[in-house]
């Protein structure tokens, strides 16, 4: 009774379809148990979960605010795993983007809207694209592990921040509570049909990004970049070059989400202002399989989850701890079913191992 | 030819999403709010969301605040909702939303940091009621309330000031605002009472609640020489660094002893049940009115916790003559001469301080070592 875990070479849409089905209600019927430890009715919970996510307009609002960084973020960091560099930054570079933003914001308050909003954005993505250069130039340079030095470079931004909050940026005028002081209304993004504009900009870089991806020499280079270095060198992709720019606009992307979430969802700058988005961009991005409009679908799908899972809190008062579990649950199952889409269980010896077309 | 093809399908769906996610609130707004507030008006159900910095389970602040919304939906059997562990974040902003768009319609947020987020909300919805705990900001629809929780410190102050041995005592703080520097500063007043040598050392969390860190603050100023903890912190790890080292603690929010059985004195502790009972049966009858609370021993929503037998012999009898004067309105604590950090005078002789210099106190009295940034 062995087994052994091959590599699957290819897979049919509808296979693939149907591994994620039944990823999906293994995850219901799980959590289900683990409702009715609550003493909880799990009919009741999921129908309780999607109302509040769609239920009434605030709610959709709502759903949509929660996926408007999570699209931009996961865009960018699509890009930085397109061409196999795992870019766990994007929490830093949002950090470092919305700190560039506030600087201006907090700095010239008084500029007219326009040109106050688009110096914020501009200072938004380069900040957060000069964040991304740092790993990508080690990168590029010494062959460093990109890995690590993102997700650590994440601590240091979130630092830096903490370090403005309590420091020389604080609000003299809350009493010794460590707060930045608030935008003025020319730094705050406009709404566009009841929710800030940022979904505009979410939806036309889906657009710009699949584009780029798909139709463009540099978006062709990083590609062959992922898939073999060698190829690339070979081809005369100049490797280091690409890398570089691919993280700029990688980093930038994520610079442009803080300084939407700073300006439009915080109105000022704190610790909390990417909220986690960083790292569950991450998950978006894989789920979708690193494609621009899938990135949209999933990011969706994962802020109803956030803003269900929030309703059902106050709605059937579960602990917090309790509705994460919830999420969690859901997540783990979905991701795990990404591996049986990509490799397969057989008996030892039964099958060969397919041979990828990049191998040879 | 096949590429522009998918691309346009590409374009199709987003532009489809869009078309369905987006565009439809729009449309549909006008038409779906208006049944809402017909039902809100035919049903005039009062249902109270209490909105909590940390989980209930935390042992201190946010559970007596839950004991007083229990308290509440006991007496008057009103519906309530909760959200713990909310971020002083726009969190804040979002999670106040959420429970207007679940029909509550009077809200308790019970932190200091939400204070700017439940102004912001309350102005954008003046039919719903909204009661900020420990904050100054006041509006048409928005209380703000607390309780003088400096009196209790103060007798707590007395307690720890009669067990120490070292002269030296730790005091865990949250964050550097004048509701914390208050309590600091009531506690050291309380401790030289009884014992003018004795000095008391501040390190700063900068976290309500986070149990861990609070326990390895005090661990930090038990090395350091103290040996009587006492805190500002929203859980009682404090009080088990006290009770792993074998020494002494004065608790804070709620009665701490069963956490800490032999190290436990004493703690300041709130009582909020009365207050939200009064405040919803006022809403209820229609005669509910925007207030700013501060209320101290005299109306019980502060209070000492009885001493344990671990307590000093003495401190009883000291503790019940004073806390009689606070009630009686004769110790009113904060009474010059108070001299700050650096020995000069901060407040004459006879004189009282105001409560709007209590309110917005940024320095500390004599005998405090440490530093507000």
Redesign the interface.
């Known amino acids: 009774m062995l087994y052994k875990v091959v590599k699957r070479s290819e897979i049919t849409q509808g296979k693939s379809f149907g591994i994620r089905t039944v990823a999906i209600i293994l995850a219901l019927l799980t959590s289900a148990i683990f409702i009715m430890i609550l003493n909880l009715n799990p009919l009741e919970v999921y129908a309780a979960l999607i109302k509040g996510a769609f239920g009434?307009?605030?709610?959709?609002?709502?759903t949509?605010i929660t996926a408007i960084p999570l699209v931009i973020t996961s865009l960018g960091i699509a890009i930085a795993f397109k061409m196999k560099f795992w870019n766990i930054g994007g929490e830093g570079q949002i950090m470092m983007g919305a700190f560039a933003a506030s600087f201006f914001a907090l700095r010239y308050p008084d500029l007219p809207k326009p040109i106050l909003l688009s110096l914020m954005m501009i200072a938004g993505m380069v900040a957060g694209g000069l964040w991304a250069l740092i790993p990508a130039f080690f990168k590029a340079q010494w062959e460093t592990n990109e890995t690590i030095i993102t997700l650590m470079m994440n601590y240091i931004a979130i630092k830096w921040v903490t370090y403005l909050q309590?420091?020389p940026w604080r609000d003299k005028g809350a009493?010794?509570?460590?707060?930045i002081p608030?935008f003025s209304d020319n730094a705050i993004l406009p709404n566009f049909?009841?929710?800030h504009i940022g979904?505009i900009f979410a939806?036309i870089l889906?657009?710009i990004v699949?584009?780029f991806m798909?139709?463009s020499k540099l978006g062709y280079e990083i590609s062959v970049l992922g898939e073999s270095e060698n190829t690339a060198r070979y081809a005369g992709i100049n490797v280091k070059r690409t890398i570089i720019i691919a993280l700029l606009i990688s980093g930038g992307l994520c610079g442009l989400a803080g300084m939407i979430q700073a300006s439009a969802?915080?109105?000022t700058l704190?610790?909390?202002?990417s909220?986690g988005v960083g790292f569950t961009a991450i998950i978006t991005t894989w789920l979708a399989s690193l494609s621009?409009?899938f990135i949209?679908?999933a990011s969706?799908l994962f802020a109803a989850l956030i803003q269900g899972g929030?309703?059902i809190?106050?709605?059937f008062?579960i602990?917090?701890?309790a509705a994460m579990i919830l999420e969690g649950m859901i997540l783990f199952f979905v991701l795990g079913s990404e591996f049986f889409i990509k490799y397969k269980l057989t008996k030892n010896g039964s099958a060969k191992p397919a041979v990828s077309k990049g191998e040879i | 030819m096949k590429k522009a093809l998918s691309l346009f399908f590409v374009l199709l769906l987003v532009m489809s999403i869009i078309i369905t996610g987006c565009s439809q609130p729009a449309k549909e707004e006008p038409k779906k709010e208006e049944p809402k507030q017909e039902e809100k008006a035919s049903e005039q159900k009062i249902k109270v969301g209490f909105v909590y910095v940390g989980p209930i389970g935390d042992g201190g602040w946010t559970y007596a605040h839950n004991e007083g919304r229990k308290y509440l939906e006991e007496k008057l059997g009103v519906e309530t909702i909760i959200k713990e562990s909310v971020p002083e974040s726009q969190e804040a902003e979002k999670v106040l939303n959420d429970m207007i768009d679940q029909g509550a319609n009077v809200i308790f947020t019970t932190s200091f940091g939400f204070m700017d987020y439940t102004e912001k909300v309350a102005k954008a919805n003046p039919d719903v009621k909204f009661l900020h705990c420990s904050g100054y900001k006041q509006l048409d629809n928005m209380s703000n309330y607390f309780g003088r929780i400096y009196e209790a410190r103060y007798l707590s102050g007395i307690v720890a000031g009669l067990k120490t041995q070292t002269d030296v005592l730790g005091y865990v703080a949250a964050f550097e605002i004048p509701e914390v520097v208050r309590g600091i500063n009531a506690f050291t007043l309380g401790v030289r009472s009884v014992n003018p040598d004795a000095v008391v050392k501040v390190v700063w969390t900068h976290t309500w609640y986070d149990p861990a860190k609070e326990k390895e603050a005090a661990k930090a100023l038990l090395d350091d020489g103290a040996d009587v903890i006492a805190q500002h912190q929203d859980t009682p790890g404090p009080q088990q660094a006290a009770e792993e080292k074998g020494v002494w603690s004065i608790g804070y929010n709620t009665d701490m002893k069963e956490m800490a059985p032999k190290a436990y004195m004493t703690a300041p502790i709130w009582n909020w049940g009365p207050y939200y009972v009064q405040q919803v049966k006022a809403v209820m009858d229609g005669t509910w009115k925007s207030t700013s609370v501060w209320e101290g021993m005299k109306d019980g929503i502060v209070e000492l916790a009885p001493l344990t037998d671990v307590a000093p012999a003495e401190a009883k009898k000291a503790v019940e003559k004073v806390k009689a004067d606070i009630i009686s309105g004769k110790e009113k604590i904060f009474v010059g001469p108070i001299k700050d950090q650096t020995g000069a005078v901060k407040v004459q002789d006879g004189v009282v301080m105001t409560d709007e210099e209590l309110l917005s106190v940024d320095w500390f009295v004599e005998g405090v070592e440490g530093k507000i940034k």
């Open positions: 009434s307009n605030y709610r959709i609002n709502q949509i309590y420091g009493l010794g509570f460590p707060k608030n049909l009841g929710i979904w939806l889906i657009i699949y584009i798909n139709r969802v915080s109105n704190n610790v909390e202002v909220g621009a409009p949209l679908l969706i929030s309703f809190q106050t709605a008062g602990p917090a701890a």
